[in-house]
């Protein structure tokens, strides 16, 4: 056990200060965590076991280290695994058959950090146990006058010289949170940490984490194609954007969300339904054959006897290239800008696309680029789709 005897105040503040420099100087980091969460309703704990891999990362403004985390948990009906990842402004998370990928050069929205979030990359499961994160944390809590924090004189822990910091939220007069973090008292490399979320209260959480380290730790590999390669099965089952264009047809429309031109944003998720048939234009503002292809796809919608959406999506953030093609909108159209990522999602490797889709979501023909037929094209196909 570490002495909880505490240091005065002002030498409480300077270990603080040591500590999370000494974190924020962790360099190739690798450990074995198991995370137990135990609540009062519960007969049995919830027993994670995380694999924990990161480097430094200290020339990026949105996270304080590159990192990949493995977990697994065994449930009643089998062990179900996840991970999740960051570097160089990429993120990718899988979980429950589901694969997320967020990357900053194609929308950079989910990145940016705000009161309730972290940003994908800093709110990524167990993304708060490395140690660059922890000292952010411990920052944090340092400028938030709602928190007390103390340092307890050095002591032993599991045969290793330790040092405790404990931390207590205060809510109202209420006690919300108290936390408290071990660490080795010369690399300061997180050993334990013990969380109490609404001590005494009905709605009590205890969550405790456990590191183990191994002899030597390295650097773990990070890119798109190392991810792809650590786990093929889950990028070919459930990767969205590797549609080849060409074989679209009949499969659901990908996810995107993407901004107007007015500042709104724009989401269709997978598998949802758009609330008419669609047609989804993908254009290259600086292309000399839009004018030729909003006149074809909008005198395709005006012979129609029934309701159609059109969605104009443009590779750009130029709003004055975008609107001296589409100047206005008529009902039943959007204007979407900076649409880099959806043309990746959907195979796309030229301009312009049109995309043709039934109230369903579900993609019914595909044209590429332009020529004398796509007004019939798709006035044919979107007069079939319901």
């Known amino acids: 056990m570490v002495l909880t005897a505490s240091y005065p105040l002002g030498i409480s503040a300077q270990g603080i200060a040591d500590i999370v420099s000494k974190l924020e100087s962790t360099g190739c980091y690798e450990s074995q965590a198991r995370f137990s969460v135990t609540l009062p309703q519960s007969e049995n704990d919830v027993v994670y076991t995380i694999s924990l891999a990161s480097a430094p990362a200290p020339a990026d403004p949105l996270a304080p280290c590159d990192y990949l985390t493995d977990w697994s948990l065994e449930t009643p009906t089998g062990t179900v695994n996840g991970f999740s990842a960051y570097f160089n402004g990429h993120h990718y998370r899988y979980h429950n058959e589901r694969l997320q990928e967020y990357h900053m050069e194609w929308d950079s929205i989910p990145f940016m950090p705000s009161a309730r979030s972290a940003g994908v990359q800093g709110s990524a499961q167990f993304a708060d146990l490395y140690p660059a994160f922890i000292a952010r944390?411990?920052?944090?809590?340092?400028?938030?006058?709602?928190?007390?924090?103390?340092?307890?004189?050095?002591a032993v822990f599991n045969g290793r010289k330790a040092i405790k910091v404990s931390t207590t939220l205060t809510v109202s007069d209420v006690v919300a949170s108290e936390k408290d973090f071990i660490f080795d008292a010369e690399t300061m490399l997180p050993l334990r940490i013990d969380t109490e979320s609404n001590p005494g209260q009905i709605t009590e959480q205890t969550i405790l984490v456990s590191y183990n380290y191994p002899a030597e730790m390295h650097c773990p590999e990070l890119s798109d194609s190392s991810m792809t390669a650590r786990y093929p099965e889950i990028f070919e089952k459930y990767r969205e954007n590797n549609f080849h264009i060409e074989n679209l047809a009949g499969a659901p429309m990908p996810?995107?969300?993407?901004?107007?031109?007015?500042?709104?944003?724009?989401?269709?998720?997978?598998?949802?339904?758009?609330?008419?048939?669609?047609?989804?234009?993908?254009?290259?503002?600086?292309?000399?054959?839009?004018?030729?292809?909003?006149?074809?796809?909008?005198g395709a919608a005006d012979s129609l006897p029934k309701a159609l959406d059109i969605i104009w999506v443009f590779n750009s953030t130029n709003i004055d290239a975008i609107e001296a093609v589409i100047p206005s909108i008529r009902p039943g159209e959007h204007l979407l800008m900076n649409g880099k990522s959806l043309t990746r999602d959907c195979g796309v490797t030229s301009l312009p696309v049109i995309i043709m889709t039934d109230s369903n979501g579900t993609v019914k023909n595909v044209n590429l680029g332009l020529n004398r037929e796509l007004r019939n094209v798709v006035l044919q196909t979107m007069a079939l789709a319901d």
Do not use: C, Q, W
Not at 141 to 148: I, L, V
């Open 137 to 154: 944390e411990l920052r944090n809590m340092e400028a938030d006058p709602r928190y007390s924090i103390s340092v307890a004189a050095p």
């Open 255 to 298: 996810t995107f969300t993407l901004p107007t031109t007015t500042g709104e944003r724009y989401t269709h998720h997978r598998g949802e339904k758009f609330a008419a048939p669609t047609v989804i234009v993908l254009l290259d503002p600086t292309s000399g054959f839009n004018s030729e292809i909003v006149e074809a796809v909008r």
